[in-house]
């Protein structure tokens, strides 16, 4: 009954050396948004309101990891969600037409998952002004396709 005892008061010992591996680490990979439709003047995406604007694709670049992928994409737009996308290229159309003229804000959400490391969200944040007319984007900017933006990658 006493080595029981003495094995049972032991367990804890052998239980408190145990250790986990420490895969906080961001995965070492990039994440681009390729728009369609915009224009970017000063860090600010400018958008014709009746035209609207597309995400032609999110794409993700290993720089030497292992095995990443994206998991689900969201869109967000002035803080609600508006779309998901799940399927590559994780394309997403948005219709500003009935979208009031002036300060708004787009968000594209992506999780990434790679081995050995931590899960991460990839973040692009784009102040977007949505203007009546073409005139009214700063002159020395055109409405271009394959604009690419880049995002941050935080822990989840």
């Not at 994440?31 to 995400?55: C, E, H, R, W």
């Not at 803080?79 to 500003?96: K, M």
């Not at 037409?97 to 708004?104: A, E, L, P």
């Not at 804000?105 to 073409?134: G, I, N, W």
């Amino acid at each position: 009954m006493k080595r029981l005892y003495y094995l049972l008061l032991a367990l804890p010992l052998l239980v408190g050396f145990s250790a986990c591996d420490d895969n906080d680490d961001v995965p070492p990979v990039d994440v681009t948004v390729t728009l369609n439709g915009a224009a970017v003047v000063d860090g600010i995406v400018y958008v014709v309101q009746p035209d609207g604007f597309s995400v032609e694709s999110v794409n993700l670049i290993n720089n030497g990891t292992k095995n990443a992928v994206l998991g689900s994409v969201v869109f967000i737009w002035d803080y609600r969600r508006v779309g998901e996308s799940v399927i590559q290229p994780y394309a997403f159309d948005f219709n500003t037409s009935s979208t009031q003229v002036g300060n708004h804000l787009f968000q594209v959400e992506a999780a990434v998952y790679a081995v050995d490391y931590s899960p991460c969200v990839a973040l692009v944040t784009m102040p977007v002004k949505v203007v009546a007319s073409v005139d009214d984007i700063p002159t020395g900017a055109e409405i271009t396709d394959g604009l690419t933006l880049a995002a941050t990658l935080t822990k989840e």
